[in-house]
């Protein structure tokens, strides 16, 4: 079993920046596809970024490709969001996400584990 506890969002306005963090417990971070998640009010969730075990592969949905970073510190069991030039359409509840496939690294039903959620809200 594998625990995810997700920190940094908040309130910050827009253009502005903000680092998630995810912390990882429980059986070998390391080996597990990692990905973060959105979801906003009425809306479906959705595919952010996803980064493979190693860190070598990242994948971004197109929304937020040059404005987003993912990455990982495998000794540190945790996952990072870097999220830059934020625009209020980024308001939602952001969710870390580990296991599955790295060929379904943008399905949300691909993953074993999720995190409780962090609010992100992005004032115009």
């Known amino acids: 079993q594998v625990q995810l506890v997700e920190s940094g969002g908040g309130l910050v306005q827009a253009g502005g920046s903000l680092r998630l963090s995810c912390a990882a417990s429980?059986?070998?971070?390391?080996?597990?596809?990692m990905g973060w998640f959105r979801q906003a009010p009425g809306k479906e969730r959705e595919f952010v970024a996803a980064?493979?075990?190693?860190?070598?592969?990242?994948y971004y949905t197109d929304t937020v490709k040059g404005r987003f970073t993912i990455s990982r510190d495998n000794a540190k069991n945790t996952v990072f969001l870097q999220m830059n030039s934020l625009k209020p359409e980024d308001t939602a509840v952001y969710y870390c996400?580990?296991?599955?496939?790295?060929?379904?690294?943008?399905?949300?039903?691909?993953?074993?584990?999720w995190g409780q959620g962090t609010q992100v809200t992005v004032s115009s």
């Open positions: 980064i493979s075990w190693s860190g070598g592969y990242t």
């Open positions: 996400a580990g296991g599955g496939s790295v060929g379904f690294y943008s399905d949300h039903a691909n993953y074993n584990y």
């Open positions: 429980g059986r070998t971070f390391s080996n597990y596809l």
